[in-house]
């Protein structure tokens, strides 16, 4: 795979000094997704740091599922993942699940416990929390938290033989309750939830918390630099407590950077739930989503997405990346790769009136002028076509150049034609535009006699393929929200547009996921769900234009 390398970062930076100093021999690197949602464009900023990252130094990575949570963790999600790290053009290492640990973190939080580091708690969820105090108190200390070893190991051993309710106790870390850090102030480490698992099934009533499973995980498996984002800052020396006080051989260092955030899209795995849950969208690979397998859909590649991840490069602040610079980096790819092919969005019918009936001619065509090796194909021309409604005006502003009564224009890849007549049905609407066509104005044969301004594109009636086009805008207006207000409020009513209309015949076997450019309307997709033996269905990618210029 080509491993764009080039740009350096800090991440990049520690783990060269790590390996010069001989703090570390090799890079192992993980990514950890927790199987509750399917895996969206932040998540592959994450995979293609760590991945290239380990790939750089001959290091490896892991794929691993910190499925700590069995209450919103799914097998569907566990496969979708994997799917799309796949797609991405990642492969893993090992293939890990963190419930695979359970028994080894059990007991690390029984060693913790007899080192007098971990304790039994009662307070019910809502006591801790008003016990840990805030940002300018200190907490204060549970009743609890100077129960005996003998009375905790006792207590923790009920705990997982299923001997109380959820959230009747905890199992707490014994660290300091008058910490700066709110997190060190003895941070719930074990909870009982009476759930079955997706991996474990019934086997465990007790789960490790996040703080104290991925620490232990990181530790298992040799990761030498844990990339996370940065809200878990404040939690590094939790992170690095945990490792030391449960004697953990190895080290991993938790390294934080900033989160993915685009502009006119959500990005949380629990607001994108909602969106399927609420019916808002399709399914989680709906083409509006930023999952992978919406990006997917929609007509994205891997080469694109990477190309974007490395792009916005890694740092240690947040900021809010335009999601047109996503956009750029699709229409750079496929500007090579995708053929450019004629299709009409919104049909009417022309007439060419002095061309013969039932002649058929073919035209040949460049796939691509930009990338030969894509070769040409042949466009059957005949005397009735169709147009897009929007190539035609009866009366027209000034500088409309396309197609109306009594104007020339050319059709691409064909001939001059100039509109004589507009048929109408007793509604008033345009029924048939009656044109004439020039012989001498044969693409490809030098024709220098007058010029037109407009060019327009068609397909031949009798051989165009019917199509559905399916037409997406931002599925959220706005970034920001109105106080009382949730992002739910700002969903565009308008984010998909359906048309029906007709490709030229090339593409009448088109397989789900090829891509075209459709001249004048941007790039497509065959929609893989709802692609038909009868019907083609396309999803438009992204227009060709955009205002938006990458700073290179
Ligand atoms: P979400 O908030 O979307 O649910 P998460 O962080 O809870 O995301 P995880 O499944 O825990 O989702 O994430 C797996 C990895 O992906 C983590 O290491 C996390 O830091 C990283 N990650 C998640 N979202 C982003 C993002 N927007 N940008 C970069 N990395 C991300
Ligand atoms: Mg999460």
Redesign the pocket.
Known sequence: MENNNASSNFIKNIVIEDLKSGKRKEVITR???????Y?????A???T?NFELADEFNGRTNLRF?DTNPIKEDTEYVESIKEDVRWLGFEWDGLYFASDYFEEMYKRAVLLIKKGKAYVCDLSPEEIREYRGTLTEPGKESPYRNRTVEENLDLFERMKNGEFKDGEKVLRAKIDMASPNINMRDPVIYRIAHATHHNTGDKWCIYPMYDFAHPIEDAIEGITHS???LE?EDHRPLYDWVIRECEMENQPQQIE?????LTNTV????K?KLLVDEGIVDAWDDPRMPTISGLRRRGYTPEAIRNFCRAIGVSKSNSLVDVAMLEHFIREDLKIKAPRTMGVLRPIKVVITNYPEGKVEMLEAENNQDNLELGKRQIPFSRELYIDAEDFMENPPKKYFRLFPGNEVRLKHAYFIKCNEVIKDENGNIKEIHCTYDPETKSGTGFTGRKVKGTIHWVSAQHAVPAEFRLYNSLILDDEQEEGKTFLDNINPNSLEITQGFVEPFMKNAKPNDKFQLVRHGYFNVDPKYTTKDKLVFNRTVSLKSSFKIQQ
Not at 31 to 37: L, Q, S, T, V
Not at 257 to 261: E, G, S, T
Not at 267 to 270: F, G, P, T
């Open positions: 990514f950890p997704p927790e199987p509750n949602g895996l969206h464009i932040g998540h900023k994450s995979i740091l910190d990339i996370c984002t878990f950077f900033a989160r993915l955030n990005m949380s795995k629990r994108l």
